[in-house]
């Protein structure tokens, strides 16, 4: 399974952005699939996850009410909508799939077996 990552730029505070995982394999033959984000000098923090059916979705408190993830299977998609943007939000985003079920620390980068290359988010205050 290959990951891309799009849809990063450079916004202003309070604007929205939407970034896009596209997966090699169909997405309905990957698990749970979250983005997370790492910050200059911070280590990687989950943002979003959402499960293989879709009807599971979780997300990291910083981010929780201002974004939303969502899972197209027929298009091999996951996407991230981010509005209300904030500088704290400024990051590298990757997106991660699992080829399991649902893992109880879904919040953990190491229990996910295939990663995006990142794009860049850049919010200017």
């Known amino acids: 399974v290959q990951l891309q990552a799009s849809g990063g730029g450079q916004v202003q505070a309070g604007s929205s952005l939407s970034l896009t995982c596209s997966a090699s394999?169909?997405?309905?033959?990957?698990?749970?699939v979250a983005w997370f984000r790492r910050a200059p000098g911070k280590e990687r923090e989950f943002v979003a996850l959402?499960?293989?059916?879709?009807?599971?979705?979780y997300y990291g408190d910083s981010v929780k009410g201002r974004f939303t993830i969502d899972r197209d299977s027929a298009q091999n998609t996951v996407y991230l909508q981010m509005n209300s943007l904030k500088s704290e939000d400024t990051g590298v985003y990757y997106c991660?799939?699992?080829?399991?079920?649902?893992?109880?620390?879904?919040?953990?980068?190491?229990?996910?077996?295939?990663w995006g290359q990142g794009t860049q988010v850049t919010v200017s205050s």
């Open positions: 959402v499960t293989f059916s879709g009807l599971t979705r």
């Open positions: 394999r169909r997405s309905g033959g990957i698990g749970p």
């Open positions: 991660a799939a699992r080829e399991g079920g649902l893992s109880s620390t879904y919040y953990n980068p190491d229990v996910y077996d295939f």
